[in-house]
């Protein structure tokens, strides 16, 4: 739990992340990071069919929740030098003088989708007669590359999606390279945003899979958000996801949610009209793949008024693709990671910074 300068505390109720069912943990496309105390959230989705794009996914994440590079990026030539230190950092992590690795990969390169937001605190009042009161409404901010989005619920109902507000607008949109030569045409494809927030606001930011399947729900008259608020465990998550993709309402890929909330007052959220985790155990029967993604390993971090006690669950440690030369870290779990690559780029930055 972290304090807004206005003193409204940000809670962080979720951060859910399901494999694609068949799969371990070492092929998890997804990526997330964040900073409750920068009030910075970030998340990713790798192609899968790219190379090493798990790396590029989590190196992307990283970057911008050290960076922040929200008020900066004005035209495609500031997105162009952001990206820079973030694709050596990627290049860096990977032992491309393996004989198992072909050195053309580094050439062809990773994609990812990429959404980060933060909030902003109110202007500062200024003292100053003559000059104009300043706006003291809090505000959020955010940019994205790809179909992974944030829905902002306010009063039980959906005020803003971004980048994408119709679930007929997920189609194959532009991704952002660890090649720089084939990020040419990456700032038609970049959306940015700002709204005002209140307490009580409900964030949820989710990649594709999921994001449509969200606003489907929407357009056909339903909440979804209530079906996610209810979700408060992993195993319920990861039950919820298989009955989705059971029943044909979700690809198989994989999935990564994050939900945090303005103030730490309960918010009134009307419970969903239908129980999609209580059909699950049906759907096991008929389909072994929704039971293998059970079985998967999933991260969680969860921080609530109800339990302010951190709860953790990790991958068992277990060696990154052979070929890879990971970060040093003591265990899988992806804070670990994050912050192993996040070191890397911020010395990368600073290194720039001296050459400069």
Not at 36 to 47: K, M, N, P, T, Y
Not at 189 to 202: A, G, P, R
Request: proline share 4%; glycine share 4%; hydrophobic share 40%.
């Amino acid at each position: 739990m972290a304090l807004l300068v206005n003193k409204t505390e940000l809670l962080l109720k979720a951060a859910f992340q399901v494999l694609k069912a068949g799969s371990n943990e070492n092929d998890c496309n997804n990526a997330y990071d964040y900073s409750l105390e920068e009030q910075r959230f970030a998340i990713a989705d790798g192609w899968a069919e790219s190379f090493f794009s798990h790396l590029w996914a989590k190196t992307l994440v990283t970057g911008l929740v050290a960076t922040a590079p929200f008020q900066f990026l004005e035209s495609e030539q500031d997105l162009v030098e952001w990206l820079e230190p973030i694709q050596t950092a990627w290049r860096k992590i990977i032992e491309w003088e393996s004989p198992q690795i072909d050195s053309n990969q580094a050439e062809i390169g990773a994609f990812s989708t990429l959404l980060g937001m933060q909030l902003l605190a109110p202007e500062p009042v200024s003292l100053l007669p003559e000059t104009k009161p300043a706006d003291e409404q809090m505000r959020w901010q955010a940019i994205a590359v790809g179909n992974s989005c944030v829905f902002q619920i306010r009063r039980d109902h959906l005020n803003y999606a971004f980048p994408l507000s119709r679930s007929d607008q997920f189609n194959n949109s532009m991704l952002i390279s660890s090649v720089a030569s084939k990020n040419q045409q990456i700032w038609r494809q970049f959306h940015e945003c700002q709204e005002i927030c209140y307490e009580t606001d409900l964030f949820f930011l989710m990649t594709s899979s999921l994001a449509k399947w969200f606003l489907l729900e929407y357009e056909a008259g339903r909440k979804p958000w209530a079906e996610l608020y209810y979700l408060e465990s992993q195993n319920k998550f990861q039950s919820f996801i298989a009955s989705l993709r059971n029943s044909g309402q979700i690809l198989n890929n994989d999935v990564t949610l994050l939900t945090f909330q303005l103030g730490k007052d309960e918010i009134s959220i009307s419970p969903p009209s239908h129980n999609t985790v209580d059909n699950f155990d049906r759907g096991l029967i008929n389909n072994p793949l929704a039971a293998d993604s059970q079985k998967t390993t999933s991260f969680l971090l969860k921080e609530s008024s109800k339990n302010k006690d951190r709860e953790v669950e990790t991958a068992k440690d277990k060696p990154m693709q052979q070929g890879i030369k990971p970060p040093q870290f003591n265990s899988l779990d992806q804070p670990s990671v994050l912050k192993q690559i996040g070191k890397s780029i911020i010395g990368l930055l600073g290194k720039k910074e001296n050459e400069e």
